[in-house]
Structure formats: structure tokens, C-alpha cells
């Protein structure tokens, strides 16, 4: 079964137990920017995250900047978020923990 747009509401929902995540609605993405240490620990958190991004046949966009990484969740499938990103936003938010801040 193809994965389903989530509606405007179920979405915000979702974001509201997502507290480091906004809707980023020029690319109907679910949006967080985490400031690492340095750039040994953003590549590390970015390794992890691919680990569990290709476990879940699931993948950020994403963009990295020495202690900077920036991650977009979209389905392109569904043209927009779906219940695919929120899980993967979980995951990142657990790889991620306390050793980042977060916007």
C-alpha cells in the first residue's frame, strides 16, 4: 500500500509531540536544524541516521555544514508528509538525544 499525505491536522498533531520539528511548508517537509559539538559529531548522528533511514527504506534530505546538519522528511510518493516521516523524525530524535541542540 502506497503511503498516504497526512491532512493539515493530523500533521500539526504529529508535530506537537515532535517538539524540534516545524512544518517547512515551501517544501512540505517536516523541518529540524541540530548544532552538534563540532563536525565529528554531526558526521557520526548523520551515519547513525543513515543507518536507520535505509532500515526503514526511508530517507532524509539533508545538508551539513562542519557542525550544522539541517534535515527535511518528505514522501515524495505521497506527495507531502506522511506517517513515514514522523516515524523516521522519532528515530532521529532518539539518535539524536541530548548530545545536540535543536531549533
Known sequence: MPPVRLTDAARD????????????AQRDALYRSVLFADFAEALGAMVRIGVAADKADHHPEWSNVYNRLDIWLT???ADGVSERDVALATVID???GATAGGT
Do not use: K, Q, S
Not at 504529529?14 to 524540534?20: Q, R, S, V
Open 94 to 96: 532518539r539518535i539524536v
Open 13 to 24: 498533531a504529529a508535530l506537537n509531540a515532535l517538539p524540534d520539528w516545524v512544518h517547512d
Open 75 to 77: 514522501t515524495h510518493d
